[in-house]
């Protein structure tokens, strides 16, 4: 009996099981370590980059008032996604008709009028907000009211000194100015970053941004300056100098700013909208504060 259960035991004796291969650590870690060097889908921002400055350009060279459309655009829908996070995230109600049909207004009234024209339809649209408020009651109405106004100033505000760029006789010259300059910065910046970045500019805010990536916008944003203030603009070479570096700092100051409006939210991303770029507003960040410091400079270095 004993021999018989033996033999039962012998051929039920579980087999161990067949070691699973695993990937060696190098394939694990390849993919992370291009994420975190690149930061983003190369490919489709590329991709993306290219269809919107192709749509610049075209506007800019067929009828250049388009660029105000294309800038009305922009911030729209800039405008909907800051919103939509406020909401979503912060529950921050944003008086959304008012914001957006006043930042219509401060655009599209930027180019008969210029600033005053901006400035008057920016406080008509505060008193719309304050107006529109009311009926929510007392609860969160400071919060509510003071995010309506900050995305009043952040987007169509700031986007109405970008239109301001389009209707002196030079205005296509000062807009591929501005748009150059802050792309510079950009490229620049993500070049040497990739490349060498090895001390954060600043770690708590924004981690992949980098002394050595902002070498590489200041290099780039001062080249880009000097020859399109030179060439299309008919400037001396230290207004480019002088222009390009104050790009690079504005540039880099709303993108800092954007990633601490981010990291206060807790989101990675305003939106989905733009492949490999986030959303509008990702895009728009270094654009919006540049322009304001574009229409100052070069109003002053080459009066229209």
């Known amino acids: 009996m004993s021999q018989v259960s ?12 067949e070691p699973v291969e695993t990937p060696a650590p190098a394939e694990r870690t390849q993919p992370e370590q291009k994420a975190s060097k690149a ?29 105000i459309g294309i800038i009305a655009i922009a911030i729209g829908v800039g405008t909907f996604e800051f919103a939509g996070v ?16 006043g930042g219509q207004a401060m655009i599209w ?48 505000l700031f986007g109405a000194f970008a239109a301001m760029l389009v209707p002196p006789h030079d205005g296509v010259g000062r807009v591929l100015t501005f748009l150059i300059a802050v792309v510079a910065s950009d490229t620049g910046g993500y070049i040497a970053g990739v490349l060498g970045g090895k001390h954060p500019m600043a770690p708590t805010i924004s981690p992949k941004k980098s002394w050595e990536g902002f070498g590489g916008s200041m290099i780039a944003g001062i080249v880009a300056g000097v020859l399109t203030i030179s060439l299309m603009l008919h400037g001396q070479a230290w207004q480019g100098v002088i222009f390009g570096a104050a790009i690079v700092l504005t540039a880099t100051l709303g993108d800092l700013v954007e990633s601490l409006i981010k990291r206060d939210l807790g989101i990675k991303d305003m939106g989905t909208m733009l492949p490999g770029h986030g ?14 410091v574009s229409w100052l400079l070069l109003s002053a270095f080459v009066p229209s």
């Open 279 to 292: 959303g509008i507003m990702d895009r728009l960040d270094s654009l919006l504060p540049s322009a304001v």
């Open 6 to 17: 033996e033999e039962r035991e012998e051929r039920v004796e579980p087999t161990p099981p």
């Open 39 to 67: 930061g983003r889908n190369l490919p489709a921002a590329i991709g993306v980059g290219l269809l919107l400055g192709a749509a610049i350009i075209v506007s800019l060279l067929t009828v250049r008032f388009l660029f």
């Open 86 to 101: 406020l909401r979503r995230v912060a529950n921050i109600r944003v008086a959304m008709i008012p914001v957006i049909v």
């Open 109 to 156: 009234l930027a180019w008969p009028f210029g600033r005053e024209g901006a400035l008057t339809a920016f406080v008509l649209t505060v008193l719309a907000c304050l107006i529109w408020r009311l009926p929510g009651g007392a609860d969160g109405y400071l919060r509510d009211i003071a995010a309506s106004v900050f995305a009043s100033a952040y987007l169509p």
